[in-house]
């Protein structure tokens, strides 16, 4: 490891779009840690040269240098996020909802609300990619996802292929027959519709 003198006086850098957590660059965890070894046996050495039992020293000791490496670590976060708090306000200050969910979750959004207008009531949903599923249900509520539903939403799934020339969908072994494609997005990211009989 690089030891970063710059990362110690620096805010911690801002990885995302918005504020989750502020990330310690190994350069300040290894200094805190040498900050606390030497504090520890720093304090320990005063105490005991003041003629004081070794016990109470050593409580003291810990006590003073917990509290200070605390201090120092909060100090740090709290830079880091007024940093983030900073761009965050940048970023999104004097947009409306929508606007804020398409700068943070963007091509996830602009599906959810394209696949909203077209499906009317239920969808199945079939996705390789988890954490995208999670939000585009949540963002097609009070749509229902079931089983069987009319509508199919593909998103971002490596698995699925769809065939417009038979209007076939094939995930694996598992194929849907007398399917439509209703919009299509990209080769992973599509919304079908079952045909009726």
């Given at each position: 490891?690089?030891?970063?003198?710059?990362?110690?006086?620096?805010?911690?850098?801002?990885?995302?779009?918005?504020?989750?957590?502020?990330?310690?660059?190994?350069?300040?965890?290894?200094?805190?840690?040498?900050?606390?070894?030497t504090?520890?046996?720093?304090?320990?050495?005063?105490?005991?040269?003041?003629?004081?039992?070794?016990?109470?020293?050593?409580?003291?000791?810990?006590?003073?240098?917990?509290?200070?490496?605390g201090?120092?670590?909060?100090?740090?976060?709290?830079?880091?996020?007024?940093?983030?708090?900073?761009?965050?306000?940048?970023?999104?200050?004097?947009?409306?909802?929508?606007?804020?969910?398409?700068?943070?979750?963007?091509?996830?959004?602009?599906?959810?609300?394209?696949?909203?207008?077209?499906i009317?009531?239920?969808?199945?949903?079939?996705?390789?990619?988890?954490?995208?599923?999670?939000?585009?249900?949540?963002?097609?509520?009070?749509?229902?996802?079931?089983?069987?539903?009319?509508y199919?939403?593909?998103?971002?799934?490596?698995?699925?292929?769809?065939?417009?020339?038979?209007?076939?969908?094939?995930?694996?072994?598992?194929?849907?027959?007398?399917?439509?494609?209703?919009?299509?997005?990209?080769?992973?990211?599509?919304?079908?519709?079952?045909?009726?009989?």
């Amino acid at each position: 490891m690089k030891f970063d003198f710059r990362s110690l006086i620096s805010p911690p850098p801002i990885n995302g779009t918005t504020l989750n957590s502020v990330m310690l660059d190994p350069s300040f965890t290894l200094f805190m840690y040498i900050l606390v070894c030497t504090l520890l046996v720093s304090l320990i050495v005063l105490y005991l040269k003041r003629r004081s039992r070794p016990l109470p020293a050593l409580n003291t000791a810990l006590l003073m240098t917990f509290f200070s490496a605390g201090t120092i670590y909060a100090a740090h976060a709290d830079i880091g996020w007024t940093a983030w708090l900073t761009n965050d306000i940048g970023m999104f200050a004097g947009k409306s909802t929508e606007e804020k969910l398409s700068a943070m979750d963007d091509a996830i959004w602009d599906f959810a609300r394209e696949a909203k207008a077209v499906i009317p009531r239920e969808y199945e949903l079939y996705s390789s990619d988890e954490t995208a599923a999670l939000r585009t249900e949540y963002f097609l509520l009070p749509l229902r996802k079931r089983e069987q539903a009319d509508y199919i939403v593909v998103l971002r799934d490596r698995q699925a292929d769809f065939d417009p020339v038979t209007g076939t969908l094939s995930r694996g072994n598992f194929r849907i027959g007398h399917v439509e494609a209703v919009r299509l997005f990209a080769r992973d990211t599509y919304i079908l519709k079952r045909k009726s009989p």
